[in-house]
């Protein structure tokens, strides 16, 4: 498949979840792994072959075409589907924000996997509302506890 869209790999993870079936039953049968199977079904359409999509999509009745399909594109599209970056929580004492003290001065190191396990928009642990830029210059988050553009903290500690 030169152009999985999305959305196929959502509807297949609904139509696995409304017959009761377990990612590792599923992967077993189709025959593949079940952290790819995982990834697969969160939207990113790489981590399975076009054969095993093919299999997916019979065993549970989906198409594997969609409207985009059927028109022609303007240009082909390299870049078939970038999930969205995942986001921290912006609660100092969300226990997905880890305190470290540098000089006698306390700062979070926020981590985006325990805040934002599946790509939502709020944090699995405490529920607040998930941030994917930088509160003060609004540059895209990365792996750490500060902006790398204008040097700010992701997450404020109270003083």
């Known amino acids: 498949m030169k152009r999985l869209n999305p959305e196929i790999c959502i509807k297949i993870r609904n139509a696995r979840k409304a017959a009761k079936l377990s990612q590792g039953d599923v992967a077993a049968e189709v025959g593949c792994k079940q952290p790819a199977l995982s990834m697969f079904e969160q939207g990113d359409g790489t981590k399975?072959?076009?054969?095993?999509?093919?299999?997916?999509?019979?065993?549970?009745?989906i198409s594997l075409e969609s409207k985009e399909d059927s028109e022609p594109a303007a240009e082909p599209r390299e870049i078939l589907f970038v999930a969205p970056a995942s986001g921290y929580c912006p609660n100092p004492?969300?226990?997905?924000?880890?305190?470290y003290r540098v000089d006698g001065r306390d700062f979070s190191k926020p981590d985006r996997a325990a805040a934002d396990p599946v790509g939502g928009r709020f944090c699995a642990m405490c529920g607040e509302s998930l941030v994917r830029k930088c509160p003060s210059c609004g540059a895209p988050v990365h792996e750490g506890g500060f902006c790398s553009i204008c040097g700010d903290p992701y997450v404020a500690r109270p003083s």
Do not use: I, M, Y
Request: charged share 25%; glycine share 4%; proline share 5%.
């Open 48 to 61: 399975l072959s076009d054969e095993t999509v093919a299999k997916l999509a019979r065993k549970f009745g």
């Open 93 to 99: 004492h969300c226990p997905t924000n880890h305190v």
